[in-house]
């Protein structure tokens, strides 16, 4: 067992609280979670991790549960035998966007707790309102249209915070909860969002919010560096912004670096040195981008049940369809996110109306047949048609267009001719039209962040590497056929972290902020030296394809068009 120093990462997401311990050459020392519906389903009366209110569209998780969640773990990582007393930082992620209620007793409860005791049993009067709402929360729509208009548009909205309103923005919810429950909002002395709220727990104090994270907010100006004063006043009202900047407390610019040393309470309870140090703890899609040594132009992919695009950029280029926030670690970079609903799901619904493989096989083996099979775009010889569609289960953020599938072609040579077609061209070529037009979607609204390979200059501009997370990164064809639309001049790869991306991204998070050289030494810089690319990554595509990106590059025009047409029938 490891007996330098260690660092501990935690992911606080909806369905669980993971904690992982990483050694200074990153080598995974300990691991152990807590299921939120195994564990406290009975208890707390959730399914998957959070209560619902459906009248009202509200998806909270119960505050106290956490709390519960936290001695639990490092209950579970000791009896594990992991040599605690060696941890010498810890950081972590939240699930970005939820926001915890601290009462006016909050700070005397942090810092005289008793290892004697429970964090439950002592902090049950440190909350003014015993839930935190979830990023599923969509209550907040009249909040939505009030932020979107405030500043003159959403474009304006996203030029100052990086994104238009959201129902799940904090934001939008804290405006919602001083309307609909004043009491609770004027009781409430502190608020921190999830990721701010763990670090308050290991602090025994309230921790600052950290400066990615803030950008979730729909509150922060992000080239400013402040509160947004105009979004303050319309979150409280003129004479209400000095009270709501006191309950937000100050954003320290830098992401790195110690907060504080640990609560004794740790140190007596579970045998923390008292050395040990709290850095920052970030939201869940930045840590995400923390998990490996992301350089600029580089972009993860998730392929989960919604499908995320993320990428690491030095440019600031807002748009209402996606997000901008402050990158974690470095400053002057920005995290560049679209987040799409339809993603495994529509993938299975195509899947399904294929003839089933065999009992016993791998269920996608037709569907990878087929999106291997058919060449891109389904043009089989000079003169056919390209094939596009938007195949939406449910209704769809990116962009905001109703649940639907809409069927499109076009010339495959420069996308001229644009027609719906309304006959069913059948699941097999639906099977590859389905895959490239998720990945089409994110070319169209990445094309401006990235640019020609600087070792290439004669290949057009395109991702250097893409990283596939998720279910889907196990799909070869799904691989090859997102290798063909994305690129990826330097190939496509698999990153296999165990699930474990944004505990992972916070242990490593809390290595570079504590063993930086100065403010200067880049998380890329430090980790990248130590990160082992074998022990985590497989190539599984070359990506780029001479002559195939390009094809896709001459109907793009004719995708966005397609999606607008569709926006002006079926506008959510």
């Avoid at 699930?95 to 810092?111: C, D, I, N, P, T």
């Avoid at 238009?164 to 969002?193: C, D, N, W």
């Avoid at 896709?552 to 004719?558: D, F, I, K, Q, S």
């Amino acid at each position: 067992m490891s007996t330098g120093p260690l660092y501990l990462g935690f992911d606080l997401s909806t369905q669980q609280l993971k904690a992982i311990v990483i050694a200074s050459d990153l080598k995974v020392i300990s691991e152990a979670k807590v299921d939120f519906d195994a564990d406290f389903a009975a208890k707390y009366k959730i399914k998957k991790g959070v209560q619902t209110n459906e009248d009202e569209g509200e998806v909270y998780a119960p505050v106290a549960m956490w709390v519960e969640a936290v001695d639990l773990v490092l209950k579970r990582l000791k009896e594990k035998g992991c040599p605690i007393e060696h941890i010498k930082g810890i950081s972590g992620s939240g699930q970005q966007h939820s926001s915890v209620y601290w009462s006016e007793h909050a700070e005397a409860a942090l810092k005289s707790l008793d290892s004697g005791k429970s964090l439950l049993d002592q902090l049950s009067n440190a909350f003014a309102y015993e839930f935190a709402p979830n990023w599923q929360d969509h209550s907040t729509q009249t909040e939505c249209d009030h932020f979107d208009a405030h500043l003159g548009s959403k474009q304006k909205l996203a030029d100052a915070t990086g994104s238009a309103a959201h129902h799940r923005f904090t934001g939008t919810q804290i405006l919602r909860m001083r309307r609909r429950r004043p009491e609770v909002y004027s009781k409430t002395a502190r608020i921190s969002l999830a990721s701010s709220f763990l670090a308050s727990l290991f602090l025994g104090e309230i921790a600052p919010i950290d400066i990615s994270d803030v950008t979730g907010m729909n509150l922060w100006d992000i080239a400013g560096e402040k509160w947004n004063e105009s979004l303050l006043e319309l979150t409280a009202t003129k004479e209400g912004v000095p009270e709501l900047r006191k309950k937000l407390g100050d954003v320290p610019l830098d992401g790195g670096g110690s907060l504080g040393g640990i609560s004794s309470y740790f140190v007596q309870r579970y045998g923390f040195s008292t050395d040990c140090q709290i850095a920052p703890f970030t939201g869940d899609n930045p840590a995400t981008i923390l998990s490996l040594p992301l350089r600029p132009h580089d972009a993860i992919v998730s392929l989960g049940t919604s499908s995320t695009f993320l990428m690491n950029t030095p440019s600031y280029k807002p748009d209402p369809s996606y997000h901008f926030m402050n990158h974690p670690t470095t400053k002057g970079h920005y995290m560049f996110m679209l987040c799409y609903k339809n993603g495994g799901l529509a993938r299975e619904k195509v899947r399904d109306k294929l003839p089933q493989p065999p009992s016993g096989t791998d269920p996608w083996a037709t569907f990878n047949k087929h999106v291997l099979e058919t060449p891109p775009l389904d043009v089989r010889g000079e003169g056919d048609k390209a094939k596009l569609g938007l195949y939406f289960p449910l209704p769809e953020i990116v962009p905001n267009i109703k649940a639907g599938t809409w069927r499109y072609t076009c010339s495959a040579e420069d996308g001229s001719g644009l027609a719906e077609t309304k006959e069913d061209w059948g699941p097999e070529p639906d099977a590859r039209v389905i895959v490239e037009s998720q990945a089409l979607s994110m070319r169209l609204r990445s094309q401006n962040l990235v640019s020609k390979p600087t070792d290439r200059p004669h290949l057009p501009a395109q991702p250097r590497r893409i990283y596939l997370v998720g279910g889907g990164s196990l799909n070869p064809a799904i691989a090859r056929a997102f290798g063909d639309v994305l690129g990826g001049v330097d190939g496509v790869y698999k990153l296999d972290v165990g699930g474990n991306a944004c505990a992972l991204g916070g242990a490593y998070k809390a290595l570079w902020a504590l063993e930086r050289k100065d403010a200067d030494e880049s998380f890329d810089d430090l980790i990248g030296k130590r990160w082992k690319e074998e022990d985590a990554i497989q190539k599984v595509d070359d990506g780029f394809r001479d002559g195939v990106f390009q094809r896709y590059g001459r109907v793009l025009g004719a995708f966005e068009e397609m999606e607008r047409e569709i926006l002006e029938v079926a506008h959510n």
